[in-house]
């Protein structure tokens, strides 16, 4: 904008601006001429513009409010679209300028320092430094501005110039004036109490800080470790309780004192508990043994006993097992459960060094699985013993039909076989066929079939409960008679032609043809 322009409203040369405030004056009088002034204005923007700048160079507030009003009226009459944003900005910084222009306050700014110090934020940090933060906080509502940075600074104030203050009294004062900004941080307050050395006020401070980590780090800073402790616990923070625990145990060196600290408080035991497990085997053991904890003591000898870098050794397995048990045994109801397991898996793995003593595991060594035992046992002939134990450790029926079919099939106990399927035919349930064995019989000829036994396998093929299975397994081991015999049976047209499919030879081909023909002239009776 030319500076003459401005100059020109009020010197009587004419100008766009002057023009414009001679309109204005003539409607403020309600003179009808007024509207002839507007038209003769050779610029309605470029007026409002000189009146708005000739406004913020102006310190006089009532000649201010007239040239404002003379822009707003140019601005209404202007034809073209007028920017509106430029009139209520002006407005606002006005009200800035003129606030702390006041005698009270004495910041006599022009605007074009106004401007250049960063506007209304350079007003606000100006009226900072000089301590004015009520003021301040005004301008930064007024104008749409964040809050906080001048609270913490009005916060580091009050701890520099309350030396004489009491440390419950100026902490509440700190807190009660700082409550409706929740989310502010105190550690620039906290850190200014400790520069000007007064701990127990920096401690009352972060009582009411919002942020745990901030919280909880000052309190340890300040060497209140205990206290940093209860707050992350109180929270329920592993991550800070872990690091407060971890820097009580660096800086205490009374083992003792520190075991009974942990006593009292459940939940950083158990994070220190799970930081040892990963990272310190031996501090974990020490931290149950001071504790008395013994459930934790039998699982810290059961992880140590399974550490891959160790050698498998049955005996000192055994041993391990043994010493959890006593442990469990101490920690009674609690451990029932693990106690019964410790026995069962004792009483496994003496019963396989047994067997790698007798040379039945073939170069496998102690520690192997439960079904692993069972199946040597069953190879070796020892049915009863692989029963009983599979009964002990509560082993699945039809998993243990499974493992003990293979492994009678594998070992060529064919006998055995029978007996075990011996009374577990098939029974009539809802017109169905239902077999009484857990696995079925399809299992019992497949395996049959796999060790190359089709005489085998035919014994179990009657016992199938589904007829058109029964008949595929005929044809699996190449009995087409009995198959037919089996589709006849049960009026299966369809069944017939499936075991047509499986095979090249004219014989069975015609008497699958005789069958059905003999099907269809026959009827069915249910």
Known sequence: MDLSEILNIFSGKPSNGRALYLAWLAFKEKDPKYTKLLRVVPSLAKG????????????????QQKLLEAASLGKAYYKNRFDGAILGNACAELRVLNAVREKEVGMFLMYQTFARTGKIKGVVERLMGRHMYALALSLAEYSGMKSNEIATSWGVW?????????????????AAQLQPYPGLSRAPIVAAALSANRHRLASLILDSEPNLIHRVEGLMKLGETRKALDVAITHLDPDLTLSSTLNII???????????????????QQQYAVYCEHRNTAALSELYQELGNFRGQGMSILKASQDPRLVPNTRNLIKSLKEAKEKFLKAGKYSETE?????????????QEDLLRQGKFKGEGGGVSLRDTLRVLIECGDIKLADTLRKEH???DRNYWTMKVTALCESNQYKALETLAAGKGVKKVANKLVSLAPIGFEFFVSECMRCRRPEEAKKYIPKIADYARRAEAYCDIEEYHLA??????????????????????????????????????TPQID
């Open 48 to 63: 409002a513009i000189a009146c708005i700048h000739a406004a913020m160079n102006e310190f006089n507030v009532e000649r």
């Open 158 to 174: 009050q701890v520099k110039k309350g030396g004489d203050k009491p440390d419950q009294a100026l902490a509440a004062h700190i």
């Open 250 to 268: 660096a800086a205490n060196t009374d083992k003792k004192a520190m075991y009974d600290m942990l006593k009292d408080r459940p939940f950083a």
């Open 339 to 351: 106690v019964k397991i410790m026995e069962s898996q004792v009483k496994l793995l003496e019963l």
């Open 394 to 396: 509560g082993m699945g």
């Open 484 to 521: 037919i015999d089996c589709a006849k049976e049960y009026f299966d047209a369809d069944l017939l032609l499936a075991i047509r499919s499986r095979t090249s030879d004219p014989t069975i081909k015609k008497r699958v043809d005789d069958v059905r023909a003999y099907l269809v002239k």
